[in-house]
């Protein structure tokens, strides 16, 4: 990737659309911050931990096939970030005509991820299988194809990897702003690698909007060592 690979508006609606969406995210009301906190309790509620700038920019820059907007506990959420945030920026980006998608999940879908929204790159060569997956009309959908279909590196396990945008951790001074976070499975060195080499993916494109990432591997405590 040159720099002129990511084109002045791209720039642009990264930093519009992570304006909107943290200004949507304050907006709402208590009990709405509630369910979005952790362990349901207003005083833990942190929008930086639930960000979604990242992922949309990845998706706008080619890094990943889609992203999927949901949430277990409040499923309104997705909508309303569509509305306030990301609906008003593809409409005035006209992103249609640059090969861009969104659309809302339905039935069986919507089984697992209830009110979400895909954004899709229909340029990724894994948009066939985002469509395979998200628009399905099956009810067995298999949990390697869904991160396949999100970008992962790797197939889903019981550890959590987490790439935290640095700069805006010290802009909000917060702990750490996630801006990806999947699962993967048992340490090893190749998977060790798949995964340092997606992240160099994902920090080369940062630092050419003047911005560090870096990860978080204390999830998975082989890895962390």
Not at 12 to 40: M, Q
């Amino acid at each position: 990737m040159t720099n002129s690979d990511i084109v002045d508006f791209k720039i642009t609606f990264f930093h519009k659309f992570k304006s909107l969406e943290w200004d949507y995210l304050e907006s709402l009301s208590d009990a709405k911050k509630k369910l979005l906190s952790r362990d349901d309790q207003l005083e833990n509620y942190n929008p930086c931990h639930i960000l979604e700038y990242g992922e949309i920019f990845a998706t706008l820059c080619g890094l990943k096939p889609c992203t999927l907007l949901a949430h277990y506990v409040m499923p309104e959420y997705a909508t309303g970030l569509v509305e306030k945030a990301l609906k008003p920026l593809f409409d005035e980006f006209q992103l249609e005509k640059e090969g861009f998608e969104l659309w809302q999940l339905k039935l069986p879908v919507t089984q697992l991820y209830k009110g979400g929204w895909i954004f899709a790159n229909k340029k990724h060569e894994q948009y066939s299988l985002v469509k395979q997956v998200f628009a399905t009309t099956s009810l067995s959908i298999n949990k390697v194809d869904i991160g396949r279909a999100l970008g992962y590196p790797l197939p889903y396990g019981k550890y959590t990897i987490e790439y935290l945008d640095d700069t805006e951790s010290k802009e909000r001074n917060t702990c750490c702003v996630p801006i990806l976070e999947y699962n993967v499975g048992a340490a090893s060195e190749e998977n060790f690698t798949i995964i340092l080499f997606h992240l160099d993916e994902y920090a080369k494109l940062w630092k050419k909007i003047g911005r560090n990432l870096t990860i978080d591997l204390s999830a998975h405590p082989l890895m962390a060592k």
